[in-house]
């Protein structure tokens, strides 16, 4: 038998940016495509993307992509892909009705080609056959991927949680964890996002419950913020709203979509009259209405960091509003999140963020969970994704304490291939992979100079030196520098002037003729002059005019 291979190309060591290439002879099956945010030494980046190449270059044998469900960190990396290898896009029907006019923003979709799978379908791609089982987790739908190989099923859970009483009544589907368990899963890449807590995670359920208690007892209007996407999160505002005789609305435009898709497709329940315009709820009586809002991660633009700074016409939040923080800080978004939490507080609201019954349940399971999907499915090699390595250290400690052999275990990283032949399995550094940096206007990549280019300017500003150089002599005429955002003052520009005058004169004539040779003596001259003077390091740049 040949062999089988796994290789993340994101999503592996890290909490972000999925996307796993299944490698069968000459068959290959992406599964997920997605994107991560760009951390605070990444200024002018919108999001990140896993790096295609490779892809790329063998896309005569991709197959497809098929996507576990809707988050942003498996599909929102799509279009960049499917620009360069278009293949059919694999997944279930709410997946793609969310997906498709984003892909609509940037592709002409029309060339797409979307195939809609049910959960317990088999497809065939290839030599392999792909299945989805249904899983719960924090947006309807979401499935596990399980690859049927020459050496057995490998089985990607996807985000996954346990939860014996979800909103949708729908619970993962154990019985066929079960089966393929018996017929032989020969690696499990497991979610490990929440292996790090132990026990069994709160049942969505749980944060209905929250609002529960606290809907009663507000006097005022309710402002719930939480994932746009998170629909059985609202289903249960929208209960519990109705239950005691609030009406809703919804602020943000990502979030009114998502219900209206949802609600389309009958995933969520509203009854007749009960959700109004936003227009319509901020003038009724404050204890008649729950306002539903995006910007849980403090995201800049959304409607809750606009409230907060009182730049949002449609709503001001006022004394008297209780505002329900109904989401978890996805890591590096805590600094803005607590500033917009402060600001709401000053407007003279009140916040609300721990509370017992919870009024969040996270949509990874916990310990217990993930030791259960390991017994049940019985993997006879073991890689956690979806965690940063200490994660998958600790999933890896459990997976020890529950007698698995060390060579069957693996800590994937991105690039790295896991084989699988028919007497072993073993990894090879296969990939150097960079990630691709996308800017604001969602087209262009921001290179790793450019990247350095902006944080030297942002930390030290940037000096712009010209030099007019007489055409005979090849000395300089002139030399002025000119600064922005440099908190030097205007002595270090001076000396720089003065040390261009003379390193120019040590040249020879010859030398003092060549563009490069001058700006290289231009720029290494500023460079000394401006950090002896000020100990600062601006960005400079340098230009001669003959
Ligand atoms: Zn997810
Ligand atoms: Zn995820």
Redo the contacts with the bound molecule.
């Keep these: 038998m040949g062999r089988v291979e796994i290789l993340p190309l994101g999503g592996a060591g890290e909490i972000g940016r999925n996307c796993t290439a299944i490698i069968q002879g000459d068959d290959i099956v992406v599964v997920d495509c997605g994107i991560s945010f760009p951390n605070e030494e990444q200024p002018g980046v919108q999001v990140v993307i896993p790096d295609f190449s490779w892809l790329v270059e063998n896309r005569a044998k991709v197959r497809g992509v098929f996507l576990?469900?809707a988050?942003e960190?498996?599909v929102g990396a799509l279009s960049w892909f499917l620009d360069d290898v278009n293949v059919p896009v694999f997944a279930t029907e709410f997946t793609h009705a969310m997906i498709r006019d984003k892909l609509a923003e940037r592709l002409d979709i029309r060339k797409l080609k979307f195939v809609t799978i049910k959960h317990g379908e088999l497809i065939e791609v290839g030599a392999m056959k792909v299945e989805f089982i249904h899983v719960t987790?924090?947006?309807p739908d979401?499935s596990a991927c399980a690859i049927h190989t020459d050496h057995g099923v490998v089985l990607m859970t996807?985000?996954f949680k346990l939860d014996p009483t979800p909103v949708d009544h729908r619970p993962t589907d154990l019985a066929r964890f079960d089966a393929l368990g018996k017929s032989g899963v020969v690696v499990l890449l497991s979610d490990s996002t929440n292996v790090d807590r132990t026990g069994w995670g709160p049942s969505e359920m749980r944060a209905g419950e929250g609002f529960r208690t606290i809907f009663p007892e507000a006097k005022g209007r309710i402002l719930i913020t939480t994932f746009a996407s998170n629909l059985h999160r609202m289903q249960q505002a929208i209960d519990v709203a109705q239950e005691t005789g609030r009406v809703v609305a919804v602020a943000g435009r990502r979030m009114e979509q998502t219900i209206d898709i949802a609600s389309n497709l009958g995933i969520v329940r509203i009854p007749k009259g009960l959700l109004v315009p936003l227009e319509q709820a901020v003038e009724m009586e404050p204890d008649k209405v729950v306002l539903l809002t995006t910007g849980s991660q403090g995201e800049p633009r959304s409607a809750l960091v606009q409230m907060s700074h009182g730049t949002y016409s449609r709503l001001r939040v006022r004394e008297g509003d209780t505002i329900l923080y109904s989401a978890r800080a996805i890591p590096g978004n805590e600094a803005p999140i607590w500033r917009t939490i402060n600001r709401l507080y000053r407007l003279g609201a009140n916040v609300v963020f721990h509370h017992d019954p919870p009024i969040h349940a996270s949509?990874?399971g916990y310990q217990d969970e993930l030791r259960k999907m390991i017994e049940l499915t019985k993997p006879f090699y073991l890689a956690p994704v979806h965690g940063e390595p200490r994660h998958q250290h600790l999933y890896l400690e459990m997976a020890r304490h529950m007698r698995h052999p060390e060579h069957r275990l693996f800590a994937l990283h991105d690039g790295q291939k896991l084989i699988i032949d028919d007497t072993e399995a073993f990894t090879e550094e296969f990939l150097s992979l960079e990630p691709v940096l996308i800017d604001d206007s969602y087209r262009q990549t921001v290179t790793g100079d450019m990247l350095q280019e902006k944080n030297t300017m942002a930390e030290q500003g940037m000096v712009i030196i010209v030099v007019v150089i007489d055409p005979d002599t090849g000395l300089p005429e002139e030399v002025q520098l000119d600064a922005k955002g440099f908190s030097g003052g205007s002595a270090p520009l001076r000396t720089a002037s003065q040390w261009v005058h003379d390193r120019m004169k040590g040249l020879s004539k010859a030398e003092r003729m060549d563009d490069k040779t001058v700006e290289g003596v231009v720029l290494e001259a500023c460079r000394i002059a401006i950090h002896k003077t000020s100990k600062l390091r601006p960005l400079l740049h340098c230009i001669l005019i003959r």
């Design positions: 576990t469900h988050h960190d498996h987790h924090s947006i979401s996807g985000d949509g990874h």
